[in-house]
């Protein structure tokens, strides 16, 4: 029997783009491939959407729904998330935005890279040959993503190409090795923390290359408060004060 592959989307606002993300998920045709959606109380009713995809799902249990009271970050929705998906009895657990820049037709050859080789975690790069970022994105911003990877690199030594990369497809071992419940980093660098752990475990991490869409519809969630906690995460990782 095919493993069982959850995509876990977390969602706060994203009632255009949801129906269009899952729409392209159940087209790719992917056995035993299962969504999980984490909405934190959206006031513009994706939650509702999402209901309303899962009743009218091809196959029963394709699409499933986590209802949260409150938005407390995107760590915190992950976790969340996940733990619902390992506790479904996921192999392989895929990250990925609901807001349309994660390429879908990638996830294929992310979950044949970790499942065909001893990687713990395969990350859809943005920087790597044949990868990336949005091309309506201006200079400053591809810039600073930049800087953002190589700064993570610099301090914590990853030595992965897209450090900052929030599309991911998990081996469920990997997710447990890492004891993703006392994770504290919420935001953005939620995602650095995880692959942090990784490498410490002496896990390998692998990456295939993606080209990274502009959202589609919605506001980015980036804010000051999610750039300033990124800024400081990798040293606290670092010197252990996580």
Same mark, same amino acid.
């Given at each position: 029997m095919a493993p069982k592959?959850?995509?876990?989307?977390?969602?706060?606002n994203e009632r255009d783009n949801l129906p269009v993300l899952v729409g392209r998920l159940r087209e790719l045709g992917v056995a035993n491939l299962h969504v999980l959606v984490v909405d934190d109380n959206s006031p513009d009713g994706t939650g509702d959407v999402a209901d309303g995809l899962a009743a009218e799902g091809p196959t029963e249990g394709d699409l499933g729904v986590l209802h949260r009271t409150e938005k407390d970050g995107?760590?915190?929705?992950?976790?969340?998330?996940?733990?619902?998906?390992?506790?479904?009895?996921?192999?392989?657990?895929?990250?990925?935005?609901?807001?349309?820049?994660?390429?879908?037709?990638?996830i294929p050859a992310m979950v044949?890279?970790?499942l065909t080789t001893d990687a713990g975690v395969v990350l859809g790069s943005r920087y790597v040959e044949g990868?990336?970022?949005?091309?309506?994105?201006?200079?400053?911003?591809?810039?600073?993503?930049?800087?953002?990877? %190589?700064?993570?690199?610099?301090?914590?030594?990853?030595?992965?190409?897209?450090?900052?990369?929030? %599309?991911?497809?998990?081996?469920?071992?990997? =997710?447990?090795?890492?004891?993703l419940p006392t994770i504290r980093s919420n935001g953005y660098s939620f995602q650095v923390e995880m692959n942090y752990r990784t490498v410490k475990k002496g896990l390998r991490i692998l990456e295939v290359p993606i080209v990274f869409e502009e959202r589609a519809e919605g506001a980015s969630k980036m804010t000051l408060a999610v750039q300033l906690e990124s800024a400081i995460t990798p040293w606290k =990782?670092? %010197?252990g004060r996580m």
């Open positions: 592959i959850t995509v876990v989307v977390p969602t706060y995107l760590g915190r929705a992950y976790i969340a998330g996940i733990g619902r998906a390992l506790d479904e009895g996921a192999d392989v657990v895929i990250q990925m935005d609901a807001d349309l820049s994660h390429p879908t037709d990638r044949d890279k970790l990868g990336r970022t949005a091309a309506e994105w201006p200079w400053h911003r591809k810039a600073l993503s930049a800087w953002a990877n %190589f700064y993570v690199n610099a301090i914590l030594r990853l030595k992965v190409k897209d450090a900052t990369a929030g %599309f991911k497809a998990w081996r469920a071992s990997t =997710l447990r090795a890492i004891d =990782l670092l %010197f």
